[in-house]
C-alpha cells in the first residue's frame, strides 16, 4: 500500500481543516487506515482510526467530539475532517495502514509522508 496525506496548512484558533489520505495498491490487504501525529520534540501520537468495510472508528480522547475520521472506498481514500482546532493541534499528520490489532504504532504500516498542521492563536 502506498499512502499519499494532503491538506495541511496554517489556520486560526477554532478553525477547520481537512486532510485526505489517498491509498494505492494492495489496499484490501489492510482492515483500515489510521492517522497519527507528531509535534516538534514528541512522540508520535495516535489521532484515530477507520474500518474500510464497516466505517467504524475509534478516536483519542484528544481530538474525540472534534475530530471525524471518514472514507470514500471507491476512491480508496480516507479524511480527516479537524474542527475546533487548537493551538496543540500543530503537528505533523501521518496516515498509516492499519492491521487491525491495536492502535500502537507496530500495528501501523506504509506511512504516508506526513502534512503539516499549524494551527495559530
Known amino acids: 500500500v502506498q499512502l499519499q496525506a494532503s491538506g495541511g496548512g496554517l489556520v486560526q484558533a477554532g478553525g477547520s481543516l481537512r486532510l485526505s489520505c489517498a491509498a494505492s495498491g494492495r489496499t484490501f490487504s489492510s482492515h483500515g487506515m489510521g492517522w497519527f501525529r507528531q509535534a516538534p520534540g514528541k512522540e508520535r501520537e495516535f489521532v484515530g482510526t477507520i474500518n474500510w468495510n464497516s466505517g467504524s472508528t475509534v478516536y483519542s480522547n484528544s481530538v474525540k467530539g472534534r475530530f471525524t475520521i471518514s472514507r470514500d472506498n471507491a476512491k480508496n481514500t480516507v479524511y480527516l475532517q479537524m474542527n475546533s482546532l487548537k493551538p496543540e493541534d500543530t503537528a505533523v499528520y501521518y496516515c498509516?495502514?492499519?492491521?487491525?490489532?491495536?492502535?500502537?504504532?507496530?500495528?501501523?504500516?506504509?506511512w504516508g509522508q506526513g502534512t503539516l498542521v499549524t494551527v495559530s492563536s
Open positions: 498509516a495502514a492499519w492491521s487491525g490489532s491495536g492502535y500502537s504504532v507496530p500495528n501501523f504500516q506504509s
